[in-house]
């Protein structure tokens, strides 16, 4: 799912093409995109596109008249700059979105259609999807203090939480765990005031860190290989290899769809945390520390 470093890229691709500008029309090929009925696609047809913005993972198209477009990509959407009036061709693209200089089309892949476009009339109705988690960009450390203390909650959780901070997933969170070298299943009602730091700059700093890196790997060009997995980072989608702080080998914990990617060396004091699958399995025989882990593959 494309996070905050990832909206922000699109958000600086499409500003320069989009805003400013008319859209003459809206092509929907999917029904299962659409999820509102006023207004109608039709009528933002013509209208002057002001301006964009983000509500966490969503991005907000804004025209005049206080007329909205908010698009969530969920895990498989992604925006293209395609010349204008393409056709829509192929089961995954979803939608058309047709101005003078060019058009974006929305794609979507595999079989689950999530993606989703909402048409809101008034800003008031536009704040009724925002889940109301901070800024993690600028939020001061009082108040990212406050906010993981409000609830009891683990840091992968919390840092993922919509109603928490806005826009941090999955892949960006187990970055900003490695870098703050704390564990993902760390409560955060037993972080004491060090640590809230550690995590409060390692936030800013991995988020900051990949939204320009982002952009001048781009350079400029309309982003077409959105993904949660990226060369240079340090423990997301990256199992089984060095980490590259301390050379340990990367662990995950799997769980649902999801998995948490950490080192146990450099974010647990080396003890290895409970995966639900293979813990179940394994029962008494589940290593606790790296070492274990390690003489077990040798005695296999």
Same mark, same amino acid.
């Given at each position: 799912?494309?996070?905050?470093?990832?909206?922000?890229?699109?958000?600086?691709?499409?500003?320069?093409?989009?805003?400013?500008?008319?859209?003459?029309?809206?092509?929907?090929?999917?029904?299962?995109?659409?999820?509102?009925?006023?207004?109608?696609?039709?009528?933002?047809?013509?209208?002057?596109?002001?301006?964009?913005?983000?509500? @966490?993972?969503?991005?907000?198209?804004?025209?005049?008249?206080?007329?909205?477009?908010?698009? *969530?990509?969920?895990?498989?959407?992604?925006? $293209?700059?395609?010349?204008?009036?393409?056709? =829509?061709?192929?089961?995954?693209?979803? /939608?058309?979105?047709?101005? #003078? &200089?060019?058009?974006?089309?929305?794609?979507?892949?595999?079989?689950?259609?999530?993606?989703? =476009?909402?048409?809101?009339?008034?800003?008031?109705?536009?704040?009724?999807?925002?889940?109301?988690?901070?800024?993690?960009?600028?939020?001061?450390?009082?108040?990212?203090?406050?906010?993981?203390?409000?609830?009891? *909650?683990?840091?992968?959780?919390?840092?993922?939480?919509?109603?928490?901070?806005?826009?941090?997933? &999955? /892949?960006?969170?187990?970055?900003?765990? $490695?870098?703050?070298?704390?564990?993902?299943?760390?409560?955060?009602?037993?972080?004491?005031?060090?640590?809230?730091?550690?995590? *409060?700059?390692?936030?800013?700093?991995?988020?900051? *860190?990949?939204?320009?890196?982002?952009?001048?790997?781009? @350079?400029?060009?309309?982003?077409?290989?959105?993904? /949660?997995?990226?060369?240079?980072? #340090?423990? $997301?989608?990256?199992?089984?290899?060095?980490?590259?702080?301390?050379?340990?080998?990367?662990?995950?914990?799997?769980? /649902?769809? &999801? !998995?948490?990617?950490?080192?146990?060396?450099?974010?647990? @004091?080396?003890?290895?945390?409970?995966?639900?699958?293979?813990?179940? =399995?394994?029962?008494?025989?589940?290593?606790?520390?790296? !070492?274990?882990?390690?003489?077990?593959?040798?005695?296999?």
């Amino acid at each position: 799912m494309p996070e905050l470093p990832d909206v922000m890229l699109y958000l600086a691709a499409l500003e320069p093409r989009i805003a400013g500008r008319r859209l003459e029309r809206i092509r929907i090929a999917s029904p299962f995109l659409l999820r509102s009925v006023d207004p109608a696609p039709s009528e933002l047809g013509g209208r002057m596109i002001v301006g964009l913005e983000r509500i @966490g993972k969503r991005i907000v198209w804004t025209f005049e008249d206080e007329l909205f477009a908010v698009f *969530h990509l969920m895990i498989a959407g992604r925006f $293209h700059w395609k010349p204008t009036g393409v056709r =829509l061709a192929g089961r995954n693209v979803l /939608a058309a979105f047709d101005l #003078a &200089n060019g058009s974006v089309t929305l794609s979507e892949a595999g079989e689950k259609k999530r993606a989703s =476009l909402h048409l809101i009339r008034g800003r008031e109705a536009l704040g009724d999807l925002d889940p109301g988690g901070i800024d993690p960009l600028a939020v001061d450390l009082r108040t990212f203090g406050e906010q993981l203390r409000a609830g009891n *909650h683990t840091l992968k959780r919390s840092l993922t939480d919509p109603r928490i901070f806005s826009g941090i997933g &999955n /892949a960006y969170s187990d970055e900003i765990l $490695h870098a703050a070298r704390l564990s993902p299943l760390q409560l955060t009602s037993r972080l004491d005031d060090d640590e809230i730091r550690a995590l *409060h700059e390692a936030t800013r700093a991995t988020l900051s *860190h990949w939204i320009g890196r982002l952009a001048a790997e781009t @350079g400029g060009r309309f982003p077409e290989k959105v993904t /949660a997995f990226r060369d240079g980072m #340090a423990v $997301h989608g990256r199992y089984g290899q060095p980490c590259p702080r301390c050379g340990a080998r990367v662990q995950r914990i799997t769980y /649902a769809a &999801n !998995e948490c990617d950490y080192c146990a060396r450099c974010q647990t @004091g080396g003890r290895l945390l409970a995966d639900r699958a293979l813990s179940r =399995l394994l029962k008494e025989d589940w290593p606790r520390t790296l !070492e274990e882990l390690e003489s077990m593959k040798r005695r296999g």
